[in-house]
């Protein structure tokens, strides 16, 4: 991840780098990907259309969202909209990448947007910033991107066929929420993050019985808001230093 000034480093070389950085985070996701595919398999999602949420939708947390909603039987705008809204962090992190990827073409543009994660753009944005002036640093996090992609889809695979194993009686519900909880708590470094999920956990709770699951989404509304009402008021010289 630190190639030399004095060489610039080719594109097969950046794409094994952008693999070698994002591998902590890979095996991280792996018990994740996993878990996705029991739950969904446990839920009474085909094992196609949970491999196709995998495929083309590719964000854990709204899959696990949107997972808990078809299950609960809500209406497939409401899941599409939740999930926009859970997936609003994207646009930061789009806003974050377009001056490093202004010369490239659309294509690439469109390609890395997809493989855009919460891992990706960590080692992605870090490889970015470095101060030597290589021109193939998107394939660093096209590397970094096709491998997670690839670990999500077979981690997916193995816990479809784990879940066709596994009783329906199980409470895997349960799981679901335990699942994403551990999910969520390693982002929570910041105070605006503590605001955020605090305000959205208390919103969910309050708003548990609105109806077709509209509770989910105002509490993300309304958490969001309060990270970034938090956020705000923080002293610029308490703010944590960022790269973006």
């Not at 994660?117 to 096209?142: G, M």
């Not at 699951?213 to 308490?238: C, F, K, N, Y």
Request: aromatic share 8%; charged share 10%.
């Amino acid at each position: 991840m630190n190639p030399s000034s004095d060489r610039v480093p080719s594109p097969r070389h950046e794409v094994l780098s952008g693999m070698r950085g994002i591998l902590p985070l890979v095996i991280g996701a792996v018990p994740f990907g996993i878990i996705f595919g029991t739950l969904a398999s446990g839920s009474g999602l085909s094992a196609a259309g949970a491999m196709g949420m995998s495929i083309f939708v590719f964000a854990g947390s709204s899959q696990f969202i949107a997972l808990g909603l078809l299950a609960s039987g809500t209406a497939i705008p409401l899941v599409i909209v939740t999930t926009i809204v859970v997936n609003v962090r994207h646009l930061l992190y789009s806003i974050s990448m377009m001056p490093h990827l202004r010369h490239d073409s659309l294509a690439w543009k469109l390609l890395l947007s997809f493989w855009l994660t919460d891992e990706n753009f960590a080692v992605a944005i870090a490889r970015y910033n470095q101060a030597d002036s290589s021109p193939h640093k998107h394939w660093y996090s096209l590397g970094a991107g096709v491998l997670m992609y690839g670990n999500w889809l077979l981690c997916t695979g193995l816990g479809i066929t784990l879940g066709q194993q596994i009783p329906t009686n199980l409470g895997l519900d349960f799981a679901m929420a335990v699942t994403f909880i551990g999910m969520v708590i390693p982002y929570v470094v910041t105070r605006p993050m503590g605001v955020a999920v605090g305000v959205a956990g208390s919103v969910a709770l309050l708003a548990h019985g609105l109806p077709h699951q509209l509770g989910l989404m105002v509490a993300s509304l309304v958490g969001i808001l309060a990270g970034a009402i938090a956020e705000s008021l923080q002293p610029p010289t308490v703010r944590p230093s960022s790269s973006d």
